[in-house]
C-alpha cells in the first residue's frame, strides 16, 4: 500500500485539490508525510528480500540464516538510506534514523543467541565456505573461540551417534571427527562461497580426512529456513484434496499430490516464465508416462 501511494503521489496530490471530491483535511498528507512514506518503502525492501530468499527451500538453508540476518542489520542501519533521501523534505532522515535505531537494536537482540551460543544454526553454518560465515559485522562476539569449540563439539558428537554401531568405533569416531573439524574449518575458510565448484555437499566428500564427516554435514545442510514450502504443501493438499473429493484414496492422493507439487515448484504462477516452466515439466512427465506404457502422441497438447 505505501509503495502504491508513493508511487502515485503527484496525483494524489492533484486530487486533494479537487474540491468536488470533498476530501476531509486530516485525510489530506503533507509534502513530508508523502516523504516519509517513501522512506519507509526503503525500510521494506530488505525485510521482502529476506522474506522471499529464506522461503527457498531448494535453495536456502538454515546454515546461510546467520550471514542473511547480519546483512539485513547493516541494511537497515541508521544513515544506510540518505543517498537516497536526497532532495526530501528535511527531517525526514532524522526521523528515520529514529526509526531505524530501535529496529536495528531489536533485530539484533531478538537473534543475538543465534550467534553468541553453540546454536544448531552455527552448527550448520560451520560446514559453509569462506570466512564471511563465520565473521559477522553486526555481531561480534569476544568468545567466538569458545563459541567454535562449543559448535565443534557439538557436531562431533552428532557425528558420534550417527556413524559407528559400536561403542569402540563411537569412541574412535568422535576422536578422529573432532581432529577432522579442525582442520576441515581451516580449508573452507580458503575457500570462495561463490564458486559453484566448492558446494560443500560436493566438495567435502572429496576430501579424504573429512569424508567421515559426510553424513552429519548433509544432516545439518538439510534444514530448511524457514517453514513456507511445507505451508505451500499444506494449501496445495487443501486443493487436491476438498470436501467434494474426499473419498479419494489415500495412494491415489498422494500420487497426484507429488505430481502437482513437482509441476508447481519453482516456478512463478503469474509470469509466462513460470508456465513455460510448468509446461515444460508437464511435457516431461507426459513423455516418460508414455515411454514407460506405450502410447505415442501421448504429449501432444500437453500443458495447453
Known sequence: MLE???????EVIQLYGNATLGIAPDCILTRFEFDLAFALTLVLAPFRY???FVQQRE???????????DELVTS???????????GRTEGVGAAMNDFQAPLVASIKNRYGTMFNSPSLVRAAAFFLPGMRY??????????????????????????????????????????????????LREDLDELDPDDPTNDPLKWIPLKADA??????????????????????????????????RSRLD??????????????????????????????????????????????????????R
Do not use: C, W
Not at 565443534?152 to 551417534?161: P, Q
Not at 567421515?212 to 486443493?239: Q, T
Not at 511435457?283 to 501421448?298: D, I, K, M, V, Y
Open 4 to 10: 502504491r501511494l508513493v508511487a502515485f503521489d503527484p
Open 50 to 52: 529476506f522474506t522471499k
Open 59 to 69: 535453495a536456502v538453508t538454515l546454515a546461510h540464516v546467520p550471514r542473511l540476518i
Open 76 to 86: 537497515l542501519a541508521p544513515n544506510a538510506f540518505n543517498d537516497a533521501l536526497v
Open 134 to 183: 563465520r565473521d559477522f559485522a553486526n555481531f561480534p562476539n569476544d568468545d567466538e573461540d569458545a563459541i567454535v569449540t562449543s559448535v565443534k563439539e557439538r557436531i562431533a558428537a552428532d557425528a558420534e551417534n550417527i556413524l559407528p554401531p559400536s561403542d569402540d568405533k563411537r569412541a574412535r569416531t568422535a576422536r578422529r571427527a573432532r581432529a577432522a573439524l579442525d582442520e
Open 211 to 244: 569424508r567421515m564427516l559426510f553424513p552429519v554435514a548433509k544432516l545439518y545442510l538439510g534444514i530448511p529456513a524457514s517453514s513456507a514450502e511445507d505451508e505451500r504443501n499444506f494449501s496445495s493438499a487443501g486443493v487436491t484434496l476438498d470436501k467434494l
Open 250 to 303: 489415500i495412494e491415489n492422493f498422494r500420487s497426484e499430490h507429488r505430481v502437482r507439487r513437482y509441476l508447481t515448484a519453482d516456478s512463478h504462477a503469474q509470469t509466462q516464465d513460470g508456465r513455460a516452466f510448468r509446461q515444460q515439466r508437464a511435457e516431461g512427465l507426459l513423455q516418460r508416462f508414455s515411454e514407460r506404457f506405450g502410447h505415442p502422441g501421448a504429449i501432444e497438447g500437453a500443458g
